[in-house]
Structure formats: C-alpha cells, structure tokens
C-alpha cells in the first residue's frame, strides 16, 4: 500500500509565491516518477511537472521559468516551488507517483489534491 499526501496550498496575490509538498509513504521499494498535475474548473486535468528517477524533469509550457520540481529521494517527498503566480495557475493540484512496492508491483497512486488560489 502507498499513500500519496500533499500540502501547501493557499490564496496567494498575483506575482506571489507557494511551495507544494507531496508525501510518499507506505511500502515503497523505490519511486519512479512522482508528477505534479492540476485541474481547473471546467478544464481537463493537465500536467505540470515531472520528475523521474530523481535526475530528469519535464515542465508545461505554461510554467517554464516559473515553477521547479525537485525531489528529495530520502524522504520520498517532492517539491513544487511555483514563482510569480498568475491567476490561470488557479486550481487544484494533485501529486501523482509511481513506485514500485515492496511487493515489486508498480503501484499508480495519487493524492487527495490541493487548492491553489491566484487572486487579488
């Protein structure tokens, strides 16, 4: 069983910024990826940013320079540091991450999401 928490949301000013967190735990062997996906009312959900086996991210065109994945393989947490917020960033965030269990099966999880609020 794996567990996927994040945390950090808010309501930030335009130009702001926040730091996501996202938690793995339970029986994890090794993680491969964990993502960063939003969903905004009425869109599909999108995503943000990747990090995989801890060395190579990937970003969305609309967060490129703004927002940084990292990832602290100790603690099985990842990070999303989000820079000069615009009210588009508005949604929640969810933390996606594949690992494998102590089992060796390849579990999919995601966590409960997070509200993220770009407004003045």
């Known amino acids: 069983q794996v567990q996927v928490v994040e945390s950090g949301g808010g309501l930030v000013q335009p130009g702001g910024s926040l730091r996501l967190s996202c938690a793995a735990s339970g029986s994890i062997l090794s993680i491969y990826r964990m993502s960063w996906y939003r969903q905004a009312p009425g869109k599909e959900r999108e995503l943000v940013a990747s990090t995989t086996g801890g060395v190579y991210t990937s970003y969305a065109d609309s967060v490129r320079g703004r927002f940084t994945i990292s990832r602290d393989n100790a603690e099985n947490t990842s990070y999303l540091q989000m820079n000069s917020l615009k009210p588009e960033d508005t949604a929640v965030y969810y933390c996606?991450?594949?690992?494998?269990?102590?089992?060796?099966?390849?579990?999919?999880?995601w966590g409960q999401g997070t509200q993220v609020t770009v407004s003045s």
């Open positions: 996606n991450v594949i690992a494998d269990g102590k089992d060796y099966s390849r579990r999919n999880v």
